[in-house]
């Protein structure tokens, strides 16, 4: 038995005991346990404190609830996985020698619908079209660097990890639910540091992203995954309905299934693959615009009223703005102490897109801007017609940026009046900017509503708006373009295929897509299990 007792007063140094007992005014000694699962930092007062929630364990509960104080109750067994303390154990299982799942990708969904798999009993395949993320790394450092042209297969968005290897490595998800045990018990057995999973807006930074591969690849292997790179999956293989393997770029097929594609939103062949084997799918919303870059001690200002926040973190902020006469805007993927990186996988086009090491302590912060596009404003008339009008708008950016992947840039003061701009502050995107008008990248109605957006929000953090704050374009990955039709075994129109993870248009982020490929693994092994 335990309690859950939110808000409490977090101070780093102090023991998890003597916090909560000074919190519910008792003696120390009266508490046998107390574990803090979730932190933030609460910077709505002058001075910003940190609040913690504690999992707490005392032999007289019953007079602590009586007390009826905001927020203290019972814990619950569900409450381990909300705050991913339980590390779920999937039961082993036997399949039939015809189940031989193959995963396509090695993103957050198809490393954790593989590992999950594994762990089961299923012999496992698991298909990447990139190198490991030790490769991976020498292939985007070289490109940024100019050692090396832009490789289309090993890159920010492809190779061992996925998208979100060079991000900023958010791990918070709005989802709370028990999967969520079994996905940060995982991280932490990789290497992950508990105390970061406890956070409440939990970030690990491309650096610890990174180191966290290979243990996972070991472990897949350990499970008798075969673990397979440089393997473009070009085709799948339909038949009577079913899939039943997939195709390679050299012409080699590779036979079985359950087949998951997880192979994200940047994957355009990817997904007309699947369109073109009989998978349904419908065009959606998509989110476009810029990130915007200022120094992260003009941040600190607005936010802290100090530039000098001692061992408070670098600040944050999330900002909205919904207007009823012009579509929404609003930022997203903030990282503060990051900066702004090329995020591209197809030549001659630039997206860009933000990330941080664990320290956040670059001199710049970054968020994308982004304006919410309905299907209707982008003619969609097929499930890829986004893809094209994403493909366009970077198309336009490699040109108005010198095609040399520079990245088109403006100071937002200029973009608000629609006057070019013609030098702007140094800024941290590491192939070079060229000062410009955004409005020879962006359509018409994302530049409208942008500039009403950073109005608002120089409304809410003064400076915003101001002459330090500079947008480079463009953000156009933000969300999946097309939406598969999936029922709880897959793909509604093939059986065994299960498009999962972000280019399914299932997921937004790291933990959502491994939830999403969680689910699939989950529901292959209930239906194909034997027992
Ligand atoms: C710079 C950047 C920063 C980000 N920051 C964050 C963040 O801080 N927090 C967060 O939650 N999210 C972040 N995201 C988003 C997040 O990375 C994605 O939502 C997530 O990675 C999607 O997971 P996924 O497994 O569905 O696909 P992906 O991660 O895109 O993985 C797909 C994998 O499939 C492989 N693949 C593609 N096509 C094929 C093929 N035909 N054959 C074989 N393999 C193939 C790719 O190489 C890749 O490894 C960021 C994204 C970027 C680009």
């Not at 015809?98 to 999950?116: C, E, H, T």
Request: hydrophobic share 45%; glycine share 10%.
């Amino acid at each position: 038995m335990a309690l859950l007792v939110p808000n409490v007063t977090w101070e780093d140094h102090a023991e998890d005991v003597i916090l909560v007992a000074r919190h519910l005014g008792l003696d120390p000694a009266a508490i046998t346990g107390a574990r803090l699962v979730r932190r933030s930092l609460d910077a709505r007062q002058r001075r910003p404190r940190w609040v913690g929630v504690f999992r707490v364990e005392l032999p007289d509960e019953a007079s602590i609830l009586a007390r009826r104080l905001p927020g203290v109750r019972r814990w619950i067994p569900r409450d381990a996985g909300r705050y991913g303390l339980d590390a779920e154990v999937p039961p082993r299982r036997r399949f039939a020698p015809s189940v031989r799942p193959i995963v396509v990708g090695a993103g957050p969904a198809g490393l954790f619908a593989a590992l999950y798999l594994a762990e089961s009993g299923a012999p496992v395949r698991l298909l990447e079209r990139g190198g490991p993320v030790e490769e991976r790394i020498e292939a985007v450092n070289g490109f940024w660097r100019g050692r090396a042209p832009l490789d289309p297969e090993n890159n920010l968005v492809f190779g061992e990890g996925g998208a979100g290897t060079f991000s900023d490595g958010k791990i918070y998800t709005r989802r709370r639910d028990g999967e969520l045990g079994y996905i940060f018990q995982r991280l932490i057995s990789f290497g992950a540091d508990p105390a970061s999973i406890a956070e409440a807006w939990a970030h690990l930074g491309t650096d610890r992203i990174r180191a966290l591969l290979p243990p996972f690849r070991r472990r897949l292997q350990e499970l008798g995954v075969e673990v397979c790179y440089h393997q473009r999956v070009v085709d799948l293989r339909v038949e009577d309905g079913r899939c039943v393997g997939v195709e390679l770029a050299d012409g080699a097929v590779v036979e079985g299934g359950p087949v998951l594609v997880a192979t994200g939103h940047s994957a355009r062949d990817a997904i007309e693959m699947m369109v073109r084997a009989g998978a349904e799918a419908s065009p959606r919303g998509i989110a476009i615009g810029a990130r915007v870059e200022h120094p992260q001690a003009l941040i600190d200002r607005a936010r802290y009223g100090t530039e000098a926040r001692g061992e408070l973190p670098p600040a944050s902020y999330r900002l909205a703005f919904n207007p009823s006469s012009a579509p929404a805007a609003r930022t997203f993927c903030m990282c503060p102490g990051g900066v702004v990186v090329p995020a591209m996988n197809h030549p001659q086009r630039v997206v860009v897109n933000g990330m941080s090491f664990a320290a956040r302590r670059a001199f710049w912060s970054n968020s994308a801007v982004i304006v919410e596009i309905d299907p209707r404003t982008y003619g969609a008339d097929d499930p890829l017609a986004g893809f094209r009008w994403q493909d366009a708008i970077e198309r336009a950016a490699f040109v108005a940026g010198g095609e040399t992947y520079a990245a088109p840039a403006q100071r937002v003061a200029d973009f608000l009046v629609d006057r070019p701009s013609r030098e702007v502050p140094r800024t941290s995107y590491p192939l070079g900017i060229v000062p410009g008008d955004l409005r020879a990248v962006l359509p018409d109605p994302v530049v409208r509503s942008m500039q009403a957006a950073l109005l608002a929000f120089e409304g809410k953090l003064e400076g915003f708006a101001g002459a330090d704050g500079v947008l480079i374009a463009p953000e156009t990955r933000t969300t999946s373009p097309v939406r598969f039709h999936r029922d709880e075994r897959g793909c509604s129109t093939v059986a065994d295929l299960f498009p999962v993870g972000e280019g399914a248009g299932f997921a937004g982020g790291i933990v959502s897509s491994a939830l999403d490929g969680l689910s699939a693994a989950r529901a292959i092994c209930a239906e194909a299990g034997l027992d």
